[in-house]
């Protein structure tokens, strides 16, 4: 059966709306956003926001466990596949967030490409992971996948967040 078809039966029965409208709810837009890329200092105040959905602490957090924001890392191989650039990203996070820039190696080594990527990521997956808007599950999504604030495996992870300065509340 068709997924079109199937999107019909179930809108017939008045299970769901129409297909454009539930495609349209899966979409999501990738936005530019100028990020400081000179600061060494991480943020020192944990309310500080990027008017993103993660913050700019959280994010730094992220960095320095994923390369200490070393600009220049380029790409190397992680458990099977490439993770390129300062938040170390695989080619897969990179679809998932719209493919920016559409070149995967140019925008994961570019910090403000490769941030805004992780950002539209977030706001792709954390409604749908079960799992609360904050520092731990952004961090371990990044690390895990969509799913990955709900994997054990990722506890290790957020602890080395945490011994970067950043909190639930970062």
Known sequence: MSVA???ALLCGL???????????????????????????????DDSIDSNGLVSDKCMRCICMVES???NNIGCRMDVGSLSCGPFQIKKAYWIDCGQP????????????????????????YIGHSGCPKNCESYARIHNGGPR???????????NKIKQQGCTIYS
Not at 17 to 34: A, D, M, P, W
Request: net charge negative; with cysteine; proline share 3%.
């Open 5 to 7: 078809l199937f999107f």
């Open 14 to 44: 008045n299970v769901c709306c129409g297909l454009k409208e539930i495609l349209e709810s899966y979409k999501v837009e990738f936005e530019q956003r100028e990020v400081d890329v000179e600061s060494d200092e991480p943020a020192s």
């Open 68 to 70: 200490h924001c070393n």
């Open 101 to 124: 820039k559409g070149d995967y190696k140019t925008c994961a080594n570019d910090y403000s490409c490769a941030y805004n990527c992780i950002q539209t990521y977030m706001a792709r």
């Open 148 to 158: 990955g604030c709900t994997n054990p495996n990722t506890i290790g992870y957020w």
